[in-house]
């Protein structure tokens, strides 16, 4: 039944993906890469191609009507959508009008090369100006170039200054200074901190520059909150701010969202979806959290084509989610309607967030027939199974969409589930066991018996020998090196038995634990395991010849081998218990591994002490002389095999030149 | 008098055993009994049967999600840490001659002694959440970060800050044992040793110290063991509420007190200390495992 829905999706997809849009729809799909899914918007029209636009930088869509800063011909254009007119405003009073915004009785106009925000009433009558800030705090030297502006609801300007770096300037509205708003941050990361320790203060001056990033744009929502944008950042280039500047964006915060270096424009519409465009066309559409929904739009590279921009430079979207796009280059304004697709996955977002989950997880449902892999349908879906208490089916969605915390908190449910219903079996399961344990522990003791199983196979004894290393790790290598335990074929063995744990590790973690190692193959793994092993026999092998260490190689073999004894034994368990563990006691996992890890290295060091029967000093000597070594070689190997075209071209030319001669 | 001498050794015992009886094993079995029942210090106890287990281990999210991570993640850090640096402190402290030794041991004894005073002398002046606190002050000077952090009411700061302010007090009684263990190993026995070939300090450690003195170290992984399952007031002391912030700092026996003195559910808060009693009692197993006497 499975498979069947499956086939019939696929050749839905098909169908539907052979669409004649010019361009795609990406979205983030299984294991958090890109992948494209169907049309989520279409061009339903081309506007103001004929308006005679020049380099326009800003557009506001209000009550219907859009307002364009048309920065090249100092005006701002009016288009009204409905009856298709066209006015203009301030073509006497503006010079480079950069942004603008409209709100109930006013138009805003940020003009750069006035260095002014000029105020329009709705009729296109100039009311003021707004010139810089005659405050202090604003600073007596400090430049006012207004880009972009938006106003609040009572009337506080937000300016985006063009070279300000400290943040939003926020202004009452009689233009007095009220205080800057939510400045970018400086990261210094120890290098920096490393480099102040040796420049001096003029070189500091000269060349460092930490000046934080400026905002680029800026946009405001129904409720008052200031969202920006800020470009060469990645992973918080969107942020939006409380009152108090703060960033409140969640995914924002962590630094994890799917952005873009480039973004010129941003917009919220009335369900607080965040729309944000970069200069080469491509529209990012995020949900409330800053999960991105789709991808689409696009640089028209060789000829025009419907959805593609040249520059492209605003973004607005209506009541109706509508998208309108303004090209700079172009000097028009592109219409995209959402699908059937989009509009569905909007209302789905929408009643979640509105707690009807029973209601959003049918149009869940729904829309996954449009599309079987794209994870912010598979996480809602997941998040409503989830409030309705369906915790197995929510995991499920949770893994398709990659969503590991969440997936964690549904596994959570699970296991209590599973524990509710067993506990009392489980608890009185365990008692016995113990009584057992105890009680027949106590009647072997006392009978004397000894329960041990003789192993006469040498082979067999040597392997598990490994078990000695853990409680007795000096008298074991000391009997490792007098040869009273352990061959080459053991190690040889638990090297393999190393290997093992080792690609378990990389590869057979749960889903909440493992390491993303998907797109790393077996190979690699066993690689990068023997590799490093192999490297250190050798160069220990040559540091301890020459530092009068005892032991052979097939001793240095040998006690390698025997040193993974912890991990080999321990690290399995860790592996079992990633199965049963959620987030919340992920640390036993972090810390067992830390534990077991150095245990290890540990085990490592007083091998190679016994070994070669060093001192403290010697052995630690030993080690660092090793790393060097083992440092030199993969050093000499990498010059080797960035020269290998050349030293096979070289012998090459030297047999030809010999073959010449002898001829 | 045939009869009294066989039971002269009971009526010695009778003292220590009547007050053993009356102020430690009656206590438990009342314990394990409660803990079985409802009972809200009210009402008589109502018989429940292995309810409240279940409930601990089903029902009760801040236990599971936090109370008991956050209580395995102090113990086993504050634990054997603090466990081995009493060992290693000890050990060095008894390479001194005998007047600095006293010297250093007081020193290094006195935080355990003085617990409360330097709670608020030392830690909370350190970690104070404005500017004027010294690890914000030097964190801000150098410029790592642009404003104070609210350390000992941020959720994921408190319990790390728990860890390390009873790591530096963990230099209990255990200590004291151990540096008495370390003194009284047979000097004659490291003579020995190094004649039968014993080359170094490290090897001195392991070959005699330790074994000689199992059952200081012994003692000293018990003490060190109950001592960490069972504190209960740094989270509370540091951040100065109860519960703390987020339940960050909450520990098996915040928890206990939570129930028992705060909801009155003594029945379950009973049901928690028996949970608490077999964790402890598992753990001093491991102890004797490695270093009592077979």
Excluded: C
Excluded at chain 1, 434 to 441: M, P
């Amino acid at each position: 039944m499975r498979k069947k829905a499956i086939f019939i999706l696929l050749i839905l997809s098909i169908l539907a993906f052979s669409s004649n849009s010019t361009f795609l729809t990406y979205t983030i799909g299984q294991n958090n890469k890109w992948k494209i899914t169907q049309d989520a918007y279409l061009v339903s029209e081309v506007i103001l191609e004929d308006a005679g636009l020049y380099y326009p930088e800003d557009m506001y869509l209000k009550d219907g009507k859009l307002y364009i800063a048309d920065s090249g011909n100092a005006r701002i254009l009016v288009y009204d959508l409905k009856t298709r007119k066209i006015s203009e405003i301030g073509a006497w009073s503006l010079f480079t009008p950069t942004g603008v915004f409209v709100d109930n009785n006013y138009i805003y106009v940020a003009d750069v090369g006035l260095s002014e925000i000029v105020i329009f009433d709705k009729n296109g009558n100039e009311i003021k100006t707004i010139g810089k800030p005659k405050s202090i705090l604003f600073g007596q030297y400090t430049k006012f170039k207004p880009r972009k502006i938006v106003v609040d609801k009572r009337g506080n300007l937000y300016i985006v200054s063009e070279g300000s770096l400290d943040g939003i300037i926020q202004l009452d509205r009689n233009g007095e200074f009220l205080g800057y708003f939510g400045a970018n941050k400086v990261r210094i990361t120890a290098l920096d901190k490393f480099i102040d320790l040796f420049y001096s203060k003029e070189q500091k001056e000269r060349l460092l520059t930490r000046a934080p990033k400026p905002y680029y744009n800026l946009a405001i929502d129904n409720k008052g909150l200031i969202y920006t944008i800020t470009q060469k950042e990645h992973g918080d280039a969107i942020k939006k701010h409380n009152t108090l500047g703060n960033n409140i964006l969640y995914l924002s915060r962590l630094e994890s969202m799917v952005d873009e270096g480039n973004f010129v424009d941003i917009t919220v519409d009335n369900d607080g979806r965040i729309y944000a465009l970069t200069e080469t066309g491509l529209i990012y559409e995020y949900d409330q959290e800053g999960n991105l929904i789709f991808s689409f739009g696009g640089r028209a590279i060789l000829y025009d084509k419907n959805g593609l921009f040249s520059v492209a430079s605003a973004i607005e979207v209506d009541d109706e989610g509508r998208v309108y796009v303004l090209d700079r280059e172009k000097g028009l304004v592109q219409i995209f309607n959402p699908t059937i697709y989009a509009t569905k996955i909007h209302k789905a977002l929408n009643l979640y967030i509105q707690g009807k989950y029973i209601e959003s997880k049918s149009i869940w449902e729904d829309v996954l027939k449009y599309d079987g892999y794209s994870s912010i349908i598979h996480n809602g879906l997941g998040k409503a199974y989830f409030q309705e208490g369906n915790y197995k089916e929510a995991a499920l969605h949770f893994k398709v969409a990659y969503s590991k915390r969440e997936y964690s908190e549904a596994y959570w449910e699970i296991r209590n589930q599973f524990l509710q219903k067993n506990m009392k079996v489980i608890i009185i399961l365990l008692f016995v066991i113990f009584v057992l344990f105890e009680v027949g522990g106590r009647i072997l003791k006392k009978k004397g018996i000894r329960l041990k199983i003789k192993i006469r196979n040498k082979l067999l004894s040597d392997i598990l020998y490994l078990k000695n290393l853990i409680r007795h790790p000096i008298d074991s290598f000391y009997y490792l090196r007098k040869s009273t335990h352990g061959s080459i074929l053991s190690a040889t063995i638990i090297y393999a038995l190393f290997v093992l744990v080792v690609t378990f590790d990389y590869m057979g973690r749960s889903f909440i634990f493992n390491l993303n190692t998907s797109e790393r193959s077996v190979g690699y793994v066993v690689f990068s395991a023997i590799v490093p092993i192999f490297l250190w026999i050798f160069s220990n092998y040559l540091v301890s010849s020459i530092n009068e260490g005892r032991g052979t190689l097939k001793n240095i073999y040998i006690f390698t081998a025997y040193s993974t004894a912890p991990y080999i034994i321990f690290q399995p368990f860790i592996i079992l218990l990633t199965y049963v563990l959620t987030y919340n006691e992920s640390f036993l996992i972090s810390f067992g591994s830390f534990f077991i890890i150095s245990w290890t290295f540990i085990v490592l060091f007083i091998g190679v002490k016994e070994t070669h029967d060093y001192e403290l000093k010697g052995t630690i000597g030993s080690i660092i002389y090793s790393i060097v070594w083992i440092l030199v070689i993969i050093l000499v190997f990498s010059i080797v095999y960035m020269l290998w075209d050349q030293i096979v071209e070289t012998v090459y030319g030297i047999i030809q030149e010999v073959l010449y001669r002898v001829r | 008098m045939k009869k009294i001498k066989k039971y002269m050794h009971w009526i010695l015992l009778s003292p220590y055993l009547t007050l053993f009886i009356i102020f430690i094993l009656l206590p438990i079995i009342v314990a394990i009994y409660l803990s079985f029942t409802y009972f809200n210090a009210i009402q008589p106890p109502r018989w429940v049967g292995l309810q409240n287990y279940i409930d601990l281990f089903t029902r009760d999210e801040i236990f599971m999600q936090k109370v008991l991570p956050n209580t395995i993640k102090f113990s086993l850090i504050v634990g054997p840490g603090g466990y081995i640096l009493s060992f290693v402190l000890a050990w060095l402290v008894a390479q001194l001659t005998k007047i600095p030794r006293t010297i250093f041991a007081l020193i290094l004894y006195s935080p355990s002694l003085t617990a409360g005073v330097t709670m608020a002398v030392v830690w909370r002046v350190l970690f104070n959440g404005d500017q004027q606190g010294y690890l914000n002050a030097l964190l801000l000077r150098l410029g790592f970060i642009d404003k104070p952090i609210q350390w000992l009411q941020s959720p994921e700061y408190l319990l790390t800050i728990m860890i390390i302010v009873s790591l530096w007090s963990s230099m209990g009684v255990g200590f004291l044992a151990m540096l008495a263990g370390i003194l009284n190993v047979d000097e004659t026995l490291y003579e020995a040793a190094y004649i039968d070939g014993i080359k170094n300090r490290l090897q001195e450690v392991i070959y005699i110290t330790i074994p000689a003195m199992k059952p200081q170290m012994l003692f000293g992984a018990v003490m060190s063991i109950v001592q960490t399952f069972t504190t209960a007031g740094i989270g509370v002391a540091l951040s100065g509420t109860n519960p703390t912030p987020q339940y960050a700092g909450q520990l098996i026996v915040n928890h206990i007190e939570d129930y028992g003195f705060l909801r009155y559910e003594m029945g379950y808060a009973a049901a928690v200390s028996v949970v608490l009693l077999i964790i402890i009692y598992l753990f001093s197993r491991i102890a004797w495992k490695l270093f009592g006497e077979s």
